[in-house]
């Protein structure tokens, strides 16, 4: 039996799927911003993708200047609200806390950093002046973290900037890819309108570019053009019975529940494949709708990619793990109905379920690439990139999981920004 | 086992604890529940010619987590009638008769102090207690702190009082006032049996920086009030040993200020109080925590093997000795217990930009402990005082313990500096980096201002 209870309405989507980083309160914050160190040179700083000045953002809180806070954060990161809710803090600013190595908790860096910026968007408080147009325009392929944080600090330097999402909504997988328990929907895209009315970049929604004749376009029109499109769908097992109504990929779930909520059904039993981040999500996600859910996995427990705090998040919601277990074939009779693993000794087991998400990768967008004349990709479809974000054609510049091949929002942050810089460095 | 039980000039009580002249011993309703909770005795609000207060009275000074670090009150003497008052004391000293009852007083003509001191005498207090202290409001009206400035009267009117006391007399003395010890003997010289201290200090405790007025606010208003609480504890503390320390002062003393755990009071006693007076920590938590502070002094003094509170009173005074008595050849130098450290790095900032440059870092990025560089360790402690880890930095002594030279030896042996660049300047050669070397120095990516 699962543990959840299918939610039939909103409010019971939002209890099932109630926020594990809830935002501070005010008496909150004021308390857990006391107890900061403040440390030399601190480790969280230099855990932090970004570089967020965390000792100062967290004095600037306790000595009640929220905003100042707020702008020490947007300083480092433009997505510092979404940072704060979906980094893996546990491995970065809050695992490097000195107080670990004394068994006592570590600073709540994550969720202070949201309350902070979390009221500079609710008071639409603007920080940054942008600078005169220098009559350069940058084109941005992907509304997602890498595309709007370079898209911010271009605005900033006087750049002109259009962002072309073929997708309805910016803030790429943190409105689409996150789980919901991490952030909702809203928070995701308050942060997306704040930042867009100060840095006055536009966005075209619904715009794919596919053909030869999009790309010369942008290529004639811009200066330069920066990808950040991210990866593409999931990739195939080329099992048997792949086709079957009821295989979904992570991703596509993921994306469904975010934009759907209640409205989507899962089933009673479901069967994950994956042992990476977005398959525990997946994972988690279909126990929280109440579903039973096994995580079956082709290699052991300790191999697994993903978080350890991500697996334990999903044991805590009723998700039960496979080891050493690969898919052989999914069965069904036009729909779902089982799927056969072999274990490592060989032996093959079935397992009865009326749903199989695919947790096992995703594809890169190389038909969009391939448009790109001289523009290289590694064996596995990376974009390669030089250490200023540059890639083999001059003119473009590329960042984000297109690049690294699926990391943290954080760290497409980052890199968004910094190949921005590199682009104010070479047009100006 | 721990005998509590005190005779402070003849005022006896089952223990130490007093609650100080303040709000909570405003009525005897609050009294009689603070004894039954297991106060030793209470000092009323003090008693006159009733006032009128304002509206707000308190200020807090917060640090960090910590509410009430500092607190402040601009809230006068008793605003209830004296007969009430009267009444009050009389139930409670029935209801409880060996508790001790002190009657604080603050009024203003010789027939005046004549007059209210038979009243509290015929309602039963155990003793009286000049309030000559108060900071704010009544000093303007030529009582309280204005009074207790001033050594002669404070003298004259301590010798009214005596005209007609029949019970002891405790003199109130107020930290206002550049050395506390002239009051404490102006007391004695009045005839009073003992002395409390310190009553508040006068303070603005904060300003509201978007109104432009400090707190408590009256009206868009404020007016400097009385400092108390926690923070006060160290001056508290100074002045305690001064009067206790000097050759005039042998009356009782009460100690005042900040005290708010047995550990607080037995500080207090070792400095030379006879009982401890509290207000700020009951305000703060309530009488509730008197039961903290009997089971903790009860507990030190087994452990110690103390049988009555005369068997430590006053034992860290004689450890007090002039800065030019100290012993020059003791000499410590920190040690960081690496098992312990967790590599915060604040002993190191504070050494390095607040002391005296004795702790490194290591060139290897990922060990994020600091070393000590013994030769260039003053000693100063501050390193740890810094350091959020419990005993984790200690001091360690390093000269053998055989010599003993003071600054006073010193000087009449003629070893001391002189002149403006003598030779035997303690930091003549002590390292210290070239100025410039500052500029150069490696330092975190957000350490200056963007």
Same mark, same amino acid.
């Given at each position: ?428 | ?87 009050? /004391?009389?139930?409670?000293? @029935?209801?409880? +008769? *060996?508790?001790?009852? =002190?009657?604080? %007083?603050? $009024?203003?003509?010789? #027939? ?54 029949? /019970?002891?007399?405790?003199? @109130?003395?107020? +930290? *206002?006032?550049?050395? =506390?010890?002239? %009051?404490? $003997?102006?007391?004695? #010289? ?59 002062? @042998? ?15 037995? #500080? ?183």
């Amino acid at each position: 039996m699962s543990e959840y209870k299918t939610p039939q309405t909103e409010e019971e989507f939002e209890k099932n799927f109630s926020q594990i980083k809830p935002l501070m309160s005010q008496t909150e914050a004021y308390y857990e911003s006391s107890r900061c160190l403040f440390c030399y040179d601190a480790p969280c700083v230099n855990a932090c993708p970004t570089g967020i000045d965390i000792p100062l953002f967290i004095r600037q809180i306790n000595a009640k200047n929220e905003m100042g806070a707020a702008k020490t954060i947007y300083d480092s990161n433009y997505f510092g609200y979404a940072c704060g809710k979906v980094c893996p803090t546990e491995v970065l600013c809050e695992g490097a806390c000195v107080y670990n190595h004394s068994d006592v908790m570590p600073i709540a860096i994550g969720r202070l950093q949201s309350f902070a910026t979390g009221k500079a968007i609710s008071n639409d408080k603007k920080f940054y002046t942008l600078a005169n147009s220098n009559g350069k325009k940058v084109a941005i392929i992907g509304a997602g973290p890498a595309g709007i944080s370079c898209a911010c600090e271009l605005r900033l330097h006087g750049f002109e900037v259009d962002v072309f999402e073929a997708k309805e909504k910016p803030s790429g997988l943190t409105v689409h890819g996150v789980a919901p328990y991490k952030i909702t929907n809203d928070e995701a895209l308050n942060e997306m309108e704040y930042l867009q009315k100060q840095f006055g970049y536009k966005v075209h929604y619904n715009k794919t570019i596919t053909t030869k004749e999009d790309i010369a376009l942008l290529e004639k029109n811009y200066d330069t053009i920066f990808i950040a499109i991210g990866l593409g769908k999931t990739s195939d097992l080329k099992i048997k019975g792949e086709e079957l109504e009821n295989v979904f990929g992570a991703v596509e779930f993921v994306e469904q529940l975010r934009m759907n909520h209640h409205k989507i059904t899962v089933p009673k039993k479901v069967v994950v494949l994956g042992g990476g981040n977005t398959a525990m999500d997946a994972a988690s996600e279909c126990a929280r709708m109440g579903a039973e859910v096994i995580l079956a996995y082709r290699r052991s427990k300790e191999e697994m990619p993903a978080y350890n705090f991500e697996y334990e998040l999903a044991k805590t919601v009723g998700v039960a793990g496979m080891f050493n277990f690969t898919p052989v074939e999914i069965l069904g009779n036009g729909k779902v109905s089982g799927i056969k693993l072999k274990s490592a000794d060989g032996t093959e087991h079935t397992l009865n379920c009326d749903w199989v998400v695919k947790g096992t990768g995703q594809t890169k967008q190389l038909d969009l690439l391939n448009l790109i004349g001289e523009l290289k990709t590694d064996e596995k479809g990376k974009i390669i990139v030089n250490e200023i974000f540059q890639t083999t054609n001059k003119k473009y510049f590329a960042a984000g999981d297109a690049v690294s091949g699926g990391q943290e929002v954080v760290n497409a942050v980052a890199n968004g920004k910094k190949a921005a810089i590199a682009i104010v460095d070479l047009l100006k | 086992m721990a005998n509590l039980q005190t005779n402070f000039a003849g005022i006896k009580s089952p223990n130490p604890f007093w609650l100080a002249s303040a709000p909570p011993t405003n009525s005897g309703y609050q009294i009689m529940k603070a004894f039954d909770a297991g106060w030793g005795g209470a000092v009323w609000k003090t008693l006159g010619v009733p006032v009128v207060n304002v509206s707000s009275r308190y200020g807090s000074l917060n640090y960090r987590d910590t509410r009430m670090m500092g607190f402040n009150n601009i809230e006068l003497i008793t605003d209830r009638p004296l007969k009430d008052n009267l009444r009050e /004391i009389e139930e409670v000293k @029935k209801r409880f +008769p *060996n508790h001790a009852v =002190i009657a604080s %007083l603050m $009024v203003e003509t010789k #027939e005046e102090w004549h007059a209210i001191m038979r009243d509290v005498t015929n309602a039963g207090a155990d003793g009286v207690e000049l309030n000559f202290g108060c900071p704010h409001g009544m000093c303007e009206r030529g009582m309280g702190s204005a009074v207790g400035q001033e050594p002669k009267i404070l003298k004259m009117i301590v010798e009214w009082v005596k005209e007609v006391a029949t /019970i002891p007399v405790i003199v @109130k003395l107020t +930290p *206002n006032i550049s050395d =506390i010890t002239r %009051l404490a $003997v102006a007391a004695v #010289e009045g005839g009073g049996d003992a002395i409390s201290l310190i009553n508040t200090i006068q303070s603005i405790i904060g300003v509201d920086i978007d109104n432009f007025v400090p707190y408590p606010i009256v009206d868009g208003k404020s007016t400097n009030g009385g400092y108390c609480g926690p923070a006060v504890k160290p001056i508290a503390m100074n002045m305690l040993k001064n009067c206790a320390q000097h050759p005039q002062v @042998k009356i009782p003393i009460s100690g005042i200020g900040g005290v708010e755990n047995w550990r607080d009071a037995v #500080e207090f006693i070792l400095l030379g109080a006879s009982s401890v007076q509290v207000c700020t920590a009951v305000m703060h938590y309530g009488f509730g925590i008197i039961r903290e502070m009997i089971l903790g002094l009860e507990q030190y003094m087994d452990e110690k093997g103390f049988k009555t509170l005369d068997d430590f009173r006053g034992k860290a005074l004689p450890n007090i000795v002039h800065w030019e008595d100290l012993n020059m050849k003791y000499k410590v130098v920190a040690d960081i217990n690496e098992d312990k450290c967790i590599g915060c790095q604040l002993c190191y900032t504070a050494c390095e930009d607040g002391a005296h440059q004795a702790i490194g870092l290591s060139d290897d990025l990922l060990n994020r402990k600091p070393h000590i560089i013994e030769e260039n360790c003053v000693g100063c402690n501050l390193c740890s005082v810094v350091c959020p880890v419990e005993d984790c930095i200690t001091m360690q002594r390093k000269d053998d313990g055989k010599e003993n030279i003071t600054w006073k030896e010193r000087t009449l042996a003629g070893d001391i500096p002189e002149t403006f660049n003598d030779e035997l300047a303690g930091g003549l050669h002590h390292w210290v980096p070239e100025p410039v070397d500052a500029l150069s120095k490696k330092i975190p990516l957000h350490y200056k201002v963007k």
